[in-house]
């Protein structure tokens, strides 16, 4: 059974730094990813799309808030993905979520829309304190 583990997250102040991974765990050989990505829920708001990236042509997508401080990457192990942030603010406060697909591509990848993604991890805190 498909499962992504996240890793790191926790507490830093205003205008620090943390890295999350995110890791396939579980698939076959053969199983790959077509995308691979991050959404977050930060306390009393919608479930939000962070980053994606995609993992056959390497197109990266960002939200707006975190343009210029948020950089997602591929992993050295095959089928990871890590988020590093940077100067953080209160308002990253949130559970990211780690996310992938599996389903092939299709024109163009709907990358801010949860339905695009098959597999979710359970995610990881990240607290941003001023």
């Known amino acids: 059974q498909v499962r992504l583990v996240e890793t790191g997250g926790g507490a830093v102040k205003a205008g620090g730094s943390l890295r999350l991974s995110c890791r396939v765990s579980g698939g076959t050989y053969t199983f790959a990813t077509s995308a691979m990505g991050w959404f977050r829920r930060g306390p009393g708001k919608e479930r939000e799309f962070v980053a994606a990236l995609q993992t056959i042509n390497g197109d990266i997508n960002y939200a707006t808030s975190v343009k210029g401080r948020f950089t997602i990457g591929r992993d050295n192990a095959r089928n990871s993905v890590f988020l590093q942030m940077d100067s953080l603010n209160v308002e990253d406060t949130a559970d990211y979520f780690c996310?992938?697909?599996?389903?092939?591509?299709?024109?163009?990848?709907?990358?801010?829309?949860?339905?695009?993604?098959?597999?979710w991890g359970q995610g990881t805190q990240v607290t941003v304190s001023s």
């Open positions: 996310v992938a697909r599996a389903r092939p591509i299709v024109n163009s990848l709907p990358y801010e829309d949860r339905v695009a993604y098959d597999y």
